[in-house]
């Protein structure tokens, strides 16, 4: 309430003590171009940058799919050479180092045939990833086998169909929106309406959608090929690689490290692509807008 009974609009400027105009406590100024000027992708881009748990796991994402796509280039006799042993291992070199502890030498420890656990928890989240991603079948060092791509195959053809009818009901709703009906009275093709609304409306609920679904798939892979069923050896993949650790628990030792690296990784990768699912879906929906 003000001195004359009235009521006073939020984030109203008051009177100081010096009798200068003050803002209300809470308010925040905006710069002009915040709301009237920003595209509906500058503002879902800004709404994304803010979400620091979404942002981060982008990031980590980033930087761990990097490295694993140049890994194999460390083997390199002229990389290897100013590198660290560790980091120059291959994936399928036998040694008589078998269930050696991580050490310096080999930073993840070595397995039941004492190959380095490291480079195969690389080469594993790299097949991991790929039949995640289902489609980026280039060869990038890895021999893709058959069974690679039937499972690919197979994961990628059940996978769609939820998103397909997701799509479907946000396209029916679009076509009966204002703008849509507005275009067509200006005389616009079918072409032009479906290119120039209906799809910039909807690739934000597919980027979203494929973002969730990817540790989904990565997760199923898993869990085929710990039954044995997915990834077989010498090819490896994180779930293959908890098999393996979980195949060597016994009562006198258990090898810690052949289960803890292989289980962190694809918690940290299936954790990162679930935070930056909900960020994007955060981001591309004006609800959540609070600029």
Not at 97 to 120: K, N, Y
């Amino acid at each position: 309430m003000n001195s004359q009974g009235g009521s006073r609009e939020p984030g109203a400027k008051v009177l100081g003590p010096t009798g200068h105009a003050k803002p209300e406590p809470g308010f925040r100024p905006q710069s002009p171009d915040d709301r009237l000027h920003a595209s509906p992708k500058q503002r879902a881009w800004r709404r994304f940058r803010r979400n620091r748990l979404a942002a981060g796991s982008a990031l980590f994402l980033f930087a761990a799919g990097l490295l694993i796509l140049v890994w194999p280039m460390f083997r390199r006799p002229g990389i290897a050479a100013h590198l660290p042993r560790a980091m120059t291992w291959s994936p399928t070199a036998l040694s008589e180092e078998q269930f050696r502890a991580p050490s310096g030498e080999h930073w993840f420890g070595t397995d039941v045939h004492g190959r380095d656990l490291q480079s195969r928890v690389f080469y594993g989240a790299r097949v991991s990833l790929l039949v995640g991603v289902q489609g980026w079948l280039e060869d990038l060092s890895v021999n893709i086998s058959a069974r690679v791509l039937l499972i690919v195959a197979g994961l990628g053809a059940i996978s769609w169909l939820t998103l397909a009818r997701i799509v479907r009901g946000q396209v029916l709703s679009l076509r009966t929106r204002g703008f849509v009906y507005a275009s067509r009275a200006l005389g616009a093709s079918h072409a032009r309406i479906l290119l120039r609304h209906i799809l910039p409306n909807v690739y934000g609920i597919i980027i979203t959608y494929l973002t969730l679904t990817v540790p989904a798939i990565i997760l199923y892979e898993s869990f085929l090929s710990y039954l044995g069923l997915g990834i077989q050896p010498p090819q490896a993949s994180l779930g293959s690689l908890l098999a393996e650790g979980a195949a060597q628990i016994n009562p006198i030792r258990i090898y810690w490290w052949m289960i803890v690296h292989p289980g962190a990784t694809l918690a940290a990768t299936l954790l990162a692509l679930n935070f930056l699912g909900d960020g994007l879906r955060d981001a591309w929906d004006p609800r959540t807008e609070s600029e």
